[in-house]
């Protein structure tokens, strides 16, 4: 069965500093999608990065990069520059390949402090 | 650019009430998953449609069923509630099964009183 661990329930970041939000995974699948959800206070789900297993090139998205390392089955967000904004809650999920679903990690709470 | 919709966005019902739950999917987006996400909770999957079939099923109560629609819109129901039902229910979208990335609506909050 396929398996998402976030370790980190909360963490702290100074604004403008970079921090990373760690994600590990577990799948016998050979082929399959690793994802960055921020979820705001308001609660809605926004969608930051896609990461395929096969993808050579780690993704970025503007201050968002995803540390890849597949044989450590780590799916590491990097949030360059935070911003008072971005404190949130960060879920790194993964989509079964038969079917489509995401299983989500626990999430990792995000507080910039100014 | 387009989004999910979900309606309503608020919801409060007593026990054993039913509630209705609609998603209108970003267009030319066949593809449509329910999510359930307790309280301090990670989202977790209910049921998908690909198509109009119900394609995966996950840890759905059998007091709610879904369907979708000819317009691709889907409705989530549920019946007998229970407080254990609040919760905020997520509607996601996607170009098709295989698709990447999915794009999740604003979400309903359900207050089971």
């Known amino acids: 069965a396929q398996k998402i661990t976030q370790t980190q329930p909360g963490m702290f970041v100074q604004e403008k500093e970079a921090v990373t939000l760690d994600c590990t995974y577990d799948t016998s699948d050979q082929s399959y999608g690793l994802f960055w959800y921020k979820q705001p206070s308001s609660g809605e789900m926004i969608f930051l990065i896609y990461q395929g297993s096969y993808d050579e090139q780690n993704a970025t998205e503007g201050r968002y990069s995803l540390n890849f390392q597949k044989a450590r089955k780590s799916a590491n967000l990097v949030i360059s520059a935070s911003q008072l904004g971005d404190s949130a809650m960060y879920f790194c999920?993964?989509?079964?390949?038969?079917?489509?679903?995401?299983?989500f990690g626990q999430g990792t709470e995000l507080s910039v402090k100014p | 650019a387009a989004g999910v919709i979900q309606s309503p966005r608020h919801l409060i019902k007593e026990k054993r009430e039913t509630a209705t739950l609609k998603c209108y999917p970003i267009p030319r987006h066949d593809t449509v998953y329910w999510y359930q996400q307790g309280p301090g909770q990670d989202p977790q999957f209910l049921i998908s449609f690909y198509e109009k079939m119900q394609s995966d099923k996950g840890s759905i109560p059998d007091r709610f069923s879904a369907q979708q629609f000819s317009d691709y819109h889907s409705e989530l129901n549920m019946s007998s509630l229970e407080l254990g039902d609040s919760a905020l229910y997520f509607c996601?979208?996607?170009?098709?099964?295989?698709?990447?990335?999915?794009?999740f609506g604003p979400g309903t909050r359900l207050l089971v009183l």
């Open positions: 999920a993964m989509r079964e390949t038969k079917g489509g679903k995401l299983i």
């Open positions: 996601a979208s996607s170009v098709s099964q295989a698709s990447e990335t999915q794009y």
